[in-house]
C-alpha cells in the first residue's frame, strides 16, 4: 500500500518511475541527483519505498527506507541513486549499464509486529526481523520469486539479517508490512516523453 489509503494512480506510479530513472542517470554522469518537484500531494507525502535494479533479470542494486522520513517522491529519488552508487553488494553502475538497467520501485506501508507467525501471508507481507544491532528485510515478492513457504522466508529473513535461521522461534522481534510494487517497462538509459 501506498502512505495513502488508497493505492497510487497510474500517473503517480509513472512520475515515480521517472524520478527513479532520472536520480540514477544523474549520479552515474557524476552530478547530484535532480530534487523532484512534484506538486502531487500524494508523492509529497512522507512516505517509505524501497527501489531495486535489475540488469537481464538479475539483481543490480537494492536500497530503501523503512520508515516514512521524507516525502515519498524524494526518498525513491534517493533509493534510486544510492542503489545504483551505493548498495555495498555491488559495483557502482556504469553509463553503459543504462540500457539495459531496469527500476522496480516498493512503498511500503508501516511496519506492525506479527502477534503469531500465522499471519504472514507469503506474497502479500514483507518481513523485517531485528535483535541487538542485527536487522534484515525481505520485501513482499521476494518470497514469491524464490517459491518459498513461509517457514523459508522467516528463515532466510533471519539469515540475511546475520542472524541463525530459527531466531523467529528464538525472540528475535518480527514485523510485517505490505507493499505497493511496480516495475518500469522503459530501461534507465532509454528515452522516454
Sequence with gaps: MSTSASPLT????AELLATARQAIRDRVAGRPATAPTTRDPVLRAPGAAFVTLTRAGALRGCIGYMQAIRPLAKAVAHCAAAAAMEDPRFPAVTAQELPDLYVEISVLSPLRPIADPHEIQVGRHGLYVSEGSAHGLLLPQVATEQR???????????????????????????????????SDKHAVGAETV
Design 10 to 13: 497510474p500517473a503517480q506510479r
Design 148 to 182: 518459498w513457504d513461509r517457514e523459508t522466508f522467516l528463515c532466510q529473513v533471519c539469515r540475511k539479517a546475520g542472524l541463525p535461521p530459527d531466531a523467529w522461534q528464538r525472540g528475535a522481534t518480527l514485523q510485517m508490512f505490505t507493499a505497493e510494487h511496480f
